[in-house]
């Protein structure tokens, strides 16, 4: 097969003061094999030189500089329409702090059935290589909450499995995907419930998402938000968490969800309270007013 009746696919990576995590995924990302990649890297406001010292190290390298830090959303988003103008049908939203097969990419597109919207590899720890990071997966109907999520250390029972969520550290996603439901909704800023929000838009505007046990990447698991039940990332997700529910919920989930979303509230309460962070609590709190309680803000 000649080179260019390979699959097509354009890949947009994120960077924010990394580039040397950035430099190892784009070397995986040139290492693609029986594939017409293009790719952009946004570069997030970076304040370390990044741009330039991507630029020193791949020549000819396409990239975007955002004057600011535009969170997940927001820098994908830049990628995204810049790729979208461009007349691309499938897109690679990769995280930089990853690395791939040689076949990854090869393996989604073959994949890429009528109706799937969007494509994950198998997803393993960068220091485990063996053990998987995440699967993904489903959403419960009432409470729009993800159940047997990740699944983490098992094994994935078939070449592809259906999900209605995928975590948006690599997606394949269709074109038609962002013509029909829009853009990452940006007011998830800076991080987290952004994946999950555009993977219910995605299932709920018809399209199939699905894991594809072959393609494979590993997962470095950067902590951006300073690490697991600090300060920062309770509060993020106490107030994206809001976001999500207010922006999703049906008028016949509403008391399911409320109900849920309260004896979630007492048990973290109790969690930081035993544990003792009181400044994670407060946190926690804080997030939760100002998620369910104050106007969301307006950029989508």
Known sequence: MKTEDYPSVFAVVLNWNQPGL????????????????QLVVVDNGSTDRSAQILRERFSGINIIENANNMGFA???????????????????????????????????????????????????????PDKLWSVGGMINPLLLEIVDFHMRGLSIPAPVIERDFLPSCAWLVRREVFEKIGLLDERFFPIYYDDLDFCLRTRRAGFRI???????????????????????????????????????????????????????????TLRLLIKPDIEALRAYHKGLIEGWLRPMPGKK
């Not at 691309?88 to 097969?101: G, I, P, Q, R, W």
């Not at 976001?243 to 979630?264: A, E």
Request: hydrophobic share 40%.
């Open 210 to 268: 699905l894991l594809v046990r072959d393609a494979r990447l590993w997962h470095k698991v950067a902590q951006s938000s300073g690490g697991e039940h600090k300060p920062r990332e309770r509060y993020l997700m106490a107030r994206n968490g809001a976001y999500y529910f207010r922006k999703n919920m049906r008028w016949w989930q509403f008391p399911f969800i409320i109900l849920y979303r309260m004896g979630s509230t007492l048990l973290w």
């Open 22 to 37: 950035t430099i190892e995924c784009l070397e995986s990302l040139y290492r693609q094999e029986k594939i017409n990649l």
């Open 74 to 128: 927001g820098g994908f988003n830049v990628g995204i329409s810049h790729a979208l103008k461009l007349g691309v049908e499938n897109l690679f939203l990769v995280n930089n702090d990853t690395f791939a097969d040689p076949l990854m990419l090869r393996t989604l597109t073959e994949n890429m059935q009528p109706g799937v919207g969007i494509l994950s590899p198998a997803i393993y720890y960068a220091s485990a």
